[in-house]
């Protein structure tokens, strides 16, 4: 069974940085893209960033483009999302995915994907 697993959340102060993991097990398939989503209390679910397996191309929502980077690790299997200039704002579960390969050519906030880890607490205090 395919397994995600996010790690490196906690409480900062505004301004600084974070990086969160995401490690992956159980995979029989090839990747399409991995990707970041968050969900703030009372909000819905916000696309964060993403990465295509197969070209490197990143891929990121509005609010964070130019703080957040999106990386990854073939190897391992593992994506990073490397948060700096970190805001009240951001504060919320992030959560990391996997979208199994379809030959998918471009990533959006709207694209499916396949699996979910059960998320990582950030809280950036001001």
């Known amino acids: 069974q395919p397994r995600l697993v996010e790690s490196g959340g906690g409480l900062v102060q505004a301004g600084e940085s974070l990086t969160l993991s995401c490690t992956t097990s159980?995979?029989?398939?090839?990747?399409?893209?991995m990707g970041w989503f968050r969900r703030a209390p009372g909000k819905e679910r916000e696309f964060v960033a993403a990465?295509?397996?197969?070209?490197?191309?990143?891929y990121y929502g509005d609010s964070v483009k130019g703080r957040f980077t999106i990386a990854r690790d073939n190897a391992k299997i593992t994506t990073y999302l490397q948060m700096s200039s970190l805001m009240p704002q951001d504060t919320a579960l992030y959560y990391c995915?996997?979208?199994?390969?379809?030959?998918?050519?471009?990533?959006?906030?709207?694209?499916?994907?396949?699996?979910w880890g059960r998320g990582t607490q950030v809280t950036v205090s001001s």
């Open positions: 990465i295509d397996w197969n070209t490197n191309r990143t």
């Open positions: 995915a996997l979208r199994v390969e379809r030959g998918t050519t471009t990533i959006t906030p709207g694209t499916l994907f396949d699996y």
């Open positions: 159980g995979l029989y398939f090839n990747i399409d893209a």
